[in-house]
């Protein structure tokens, strides 16, 4: 990825899980990255993130929802990253509003100010497998069909929709992901609103019990941060990807149940309690899940390498060293 030395990267929400990482690789490869962040509570904006890595990107503080902001930061930036985003799917069924603000109109903000201000830029849009909606067939191929069934997942698929538009009508160049269930370092870890897994490793560093919704035999795909966040710089650096769609997971598809007690396993603590599904869950419930990634590989030539117990190990061993710095923690492990 030499043609990335000396490119100019704007990050919006890069102060989160996978702004942070994705910006970690931007500069390794030489980029000038500008991240730009609200800091909102409860969301994934950590300074400590990015702390060692002072003096090597700008920040700057803003709201994508705010259009003079997002018209000043994209007019330089050869790539555009938008991780900004409303993710707690509960909250998107409290406050529909609030979520279509972040997660279709700032997109919005985004591709107008690229329109009206920098049409060569590459922007990356992070969707989500929930964009689908119920599973019919597996592995997900980028043609199942998609049905959504929850708020957060109408917009999430709605604002993809926005990308594939602007690209079609006015030559705005983006890559869209599906994305699977990331996880990893770096993740907020103060509610479980955003990457269970992450939510499961500190329960079982609190000695808390882990909760299972029935037997847990559903299937998910789950990828670790740095995996998802080369797929992202190679997708965006690649001219084949500019205009589709791909899905990004690890490609294995985990029983729910497996996951939880793998947590345990390597934690060394924590135990694993199943209890009824609760009233109407099952209005949100997908199916097993697992990603076909054939298409993103084939393009970009990318291939995860993490398997989901060195993944979960290398996170343990990450907040065991600065948990204090995602959450007040009731204990820090030595």
């Not at 609200?38 to 300074?47: E, F, K, S």
């Not at 795909?221 to 769609?245: K, M």
């Not at 199916?287 to 060195?310: I, M």
Request: aromatic share 12%; hydrophobic share 40%; charged share 20%.
């Amino acid at each position: 990825m030499n043609e990335l030395k000396g490119k100019n990267v704007l990050i919006f929400g890069g102060l989160g899980l996978i702004g942070s990482s994705t910006a970690r690789l931007f500069i390794q490869h030489g980029a000038h990255v500008t991240i730009a962040d609200n800091r909102m509570p409860l969301y994934g904006a950590n300074d400590f993130n990015v702390a060692d890595l002072e003096g090597k990107f700008t920040l700057e503080i803003g709201d994508i929802r705010e259009r003079t902001f997002v018209d000043a930061i994209v007019k330089d930036a050869d790539y555009i990253l938008n991780f900004a985003a409303q993710v707690d799917h509960n909250r998107s069924i409290q406050d529909p509003i609030f979520d279509n603000q972040l997660n279709c109109i700032g997109h919005l903000n985004v591709l107008m100010a690229c329109k009206e201000y920098n049409q060569k830029a590459v922007i990356f849009y992070p969707g989500s497998r929930l964009q689908y909606g119920r599973i019919t067939s597996l592995p997900v191929r980028e043609t199942h069909s998609r049905e959504p069934l929850s708020i957060y997942a109408i917009h999430k698929n709605t604002a993809e929709q926005y990308y594939q538009a602007f690209w079609k009508h006015y030559k705005i160049q983006s890559v869209c992901f599906r994305i699977a269930n990331p996880y990893g370092p770096r993740s907020q870890m103060k509610h479980s609103g955003y990457s269970i897994l992450n939510w499961f490793i500190r329960l079982a560093m609190e000695e808390k019990p882990i909760t299972v919704y029935g037997d847990g035999a559903q299937l998910r795909d789950y990828i670790y941060i740095d995996d998802l966040a080369e797929a992202i710089v190679r997708a965006i650096s690649t001219p084949a990807c500019v205009g589709e769609v791909f899905n990004a997971g690890s490609g294995v598809g985990t029983k729910f149940i497996d996951m939880a007690n793998l947590v345990v396993e390597i934690a060394g603590q924590g135990k694993v309690e199943q209890v009824p599904w609760p009233k109407q869950y099952d209005h949100f419930e997908t199916g097993d899940f697992y990603s076909d990634v054939q298409k993103l590989q084939t393009a970009s030539q990318w291939q995860p390498t993490t398997s989901l117990k060195e993944g979960i190990a290398k996170t343990l061993a990450y907040y065991n060293k600065y948990g204090s710095y995602y959450w007040d923690m009731m204990h820090k492990t030595a």
